[in-house]
């Protein structure tokens, strides 16, 4: 069996390669982590996951595979359910530039899993396919997984929060097993398509992009390219752009640039984008 000081310290040996922030608690005899980071470069790597049940939410543009077990190909917010048998799995991961966000949680204690209701009901559920993917709605249900907790939060009542927000991840794969969302399932051709709308508003985020002029460049219908982001990303066209804009600028701001250039940036004027930034963080950009 794989202890916690064990896990933990594996995960917290990638994150200080990485640099990513990196925090974890106990849960349940089993461990609970959060990790975000921007990845400059696209990487290929092997790594070890130990025995026991595996769930997680997280965003990131990558592929995760091992050859008994199966695949996963993330290509935005994705929640998986993993069950790994006792020797472990070498997995293979190759991931693409961008922002990563990574929750989770991880049991190894086989009583554990079959004293809790919702756990069994996952392991259960995973015991033929070991692994499972979700995206488009049910990622929603689980957006304030990608966010930091507040610094507020210190010691016990931290470590309280990351329980909390392990429950509820918990129940909503508990939940999205048992009963899927009609039309969960997506294509490689959708994921590719819809992958080619993101990187299109990627490439420059200061420019206004409109709807019509994205489905002309993407040769996607406008009804049919804005239902495909939705349901492969979670979001909309327009909330995904507001979220990488302000972003963008919180970055930008973070490093020294001023209010007038960080606007710039990403295409506001000067007024426009603190009243924007305000509503979306709820603080001034000058904070």
Known sequence: MTHRSDTS?????????????YEDTQFQSGLIWHSLRKQGEATDTQSVLPAGLHIGYGVANMITSNAQL???????????????PEEGARFRTVSGTGNICSFGLHIADPSVIERDPCLREIAHRMRDRKIAAMTGTVTKRLEKLR???DPWFQGETRGLMLQSRALEL???VAQALDAPEEGSYISPRDLRRAASIRELI?????????LEW????????TRAMTRLFRHVFGESIGEYI????????SDLLKQGASVKAAAAEIGYHPNAFSTAY??????????
Not at 9 to 21: E, N
Not at 202 to 210: H, N, P, V, W
Not at 278 to 285: A, E, K, M, Q, T
């Open 242 to 249: 507001m979220r990488r804009r302000m972003h963008m600028a």
């Open 147 to 149: 966010t930091a907790i």
């Open 9 to 21: 310290k594996q995960f917290r040996g990638f994150a200080d390669s990485s640099g990513c922030s």
């Open 170 to 172: 918990t129940a909503v």
């Open 214 to 221: 994205l489905a002309e460049q993407t040769a996607i219908e």
């Open 278 to 287: 305000r509503r979306y963080f709820g603080y001034s950009p000058r904070r």
């Open 202 to 210: 990627d490439s420059d985020l200061s420019k206004t992009l409109r």
């Open 70 to 84: 199966g695949e996963v190909e993330a290509r935005g917010p994705t929640v998986t359910a993993m069950l790994i």
